[in-house]
């Protein structure tokens, strides 16, 4: 077909193929470098026409790119890569229009050879617009993710290691790439980061073993607003720091306190996104607190942290806050282990020595948070918070003795099942009465 129409239209008639709806510009170009064997003067005239739409990203871009491709395979793309170079002498390319057009050329080390060869400033503008894609590069990489930090590309440097699978990628390359990602005109307003991108690159360093911890927390919580939801081997350090660490759970509380009502300017713009970060840090470990703790061997820990995070939050001035969401988590692991006796000793203990309404009004709110959402019979009324209200009740009155505090936090809460039980009531009866 792209011989029929090449006869009777010239590449007039291949530009129309090539921009037709539902055609591969790519499909076309790799049919081209088979065909052009027997028009390559033609060819290479046609390419050296495309000059001032190597770097629009079109489907004559697309085209030219799968052209080379084909021909690649070919003993003659070296000759007809030089003879294009040696015309665009006449044709007065510029620089950035070289670049353009060995950007199009497959990734190898012939072609990066050829770009070395014509001088520091087409070889600079080439990185600037190297595309990267999924054919493999193997051992070059170190090479390639070398010069796209370089020319300040950390976003297209870390693609090109994750479109290879992070093989003979280097852990400092990577590192360097995530540093300097939050700071590049790469990544301006409206730009769309690939969050499975960050999740495997996270990953694989974690999984290298080459870095501490100390160097993993920051990184995971520059980038935590992506990896909330990822694989929690990606976050697994900053969890580990913000479970085990009170000074380092302060500060997370400390940047979610309002610093005030004026509106924050360019200067704080890094405390403002600091805050939002550290909520739903904060979020994070109260949804995991269950699993953290977990086992009589933490006990001891839990109460050391809990104890020094309070003291730490009042000297910080954010101790309502703080003990708000110690507060929760004590709940989630007291629900954790939770049986007919209530919650362990050692939290029961904890939560009576203190004197703290926040806590208090935290533990009760994580109680309550802690039902979820679930399916339910429409018409069974209030019938499952009467339930619930009449186990809370009855450990209220059992440990209202030894742990007076903590007895009537629990008719506290036994109070609010019993006020839901009375509305799913209400709901049912209207709901048989046909209100609603």
Known sequence: ??????????????????????????????????????????????????????????????????????????????????RIIANS?????????MAGFLALLPHEERVWQKVESLGDTIEAEYWKNFVPDFNDIHVHLPFVTENL????????????????????SRTDQLLQGLAQLPNTAETVPGTIIDSYLLEEVLVHLVKSGELEDDVLVPLQFTYFSVLANANPIATAALMRRASTDPNFFVQLVSNTVPQGNHTPGVAEAKLQGDAETSHRILLKLNRMAGAMWKGVSNERALNSFVREALRLAAINECQNRAASILGTILARVAGRDRNDQGPPMHIADLLESENIDSLWSGFCGGILESEGAHFRDPMAGGNPERSTEQYYRILGRDWSESHPKLGKHFLSVADVYGSWAIREDQSTRLLQEGVF
């Open 1 to 82: 077909a792209l011989k029929s129409i090449y006869e009777s239209e010239g590449f007039q008639g291949v530009e129309r193929l090539i921009n037709a709806k539902d055609v591969s510009g790519d499909a076309v170009g790799k049919t081209l470098g088979v065909y052009s064997s027997r028009i390559q003067e033609n060819t290479i005239e046609w390419i050296l026409d495309q000059a001032t739409g190597f770097l629009a990203g079109n489907s004559t871009g697309y085209a030219l790119r799968g052209f080379f491709r084909e021909l690649s395979f070919a003993h003659r793309f070296a000759s007809v890569v030089d």
């Open 89 to 97: 002498m006449n044709r007065c390319w510029d620089p950035v229009v």
């Open 149 to 168: 930090l370089k020319a300040d590309r950390p976003y297209a440097a870390l693609q090109v290691n994750y479109f290879n699978d992070l093989k003979y």
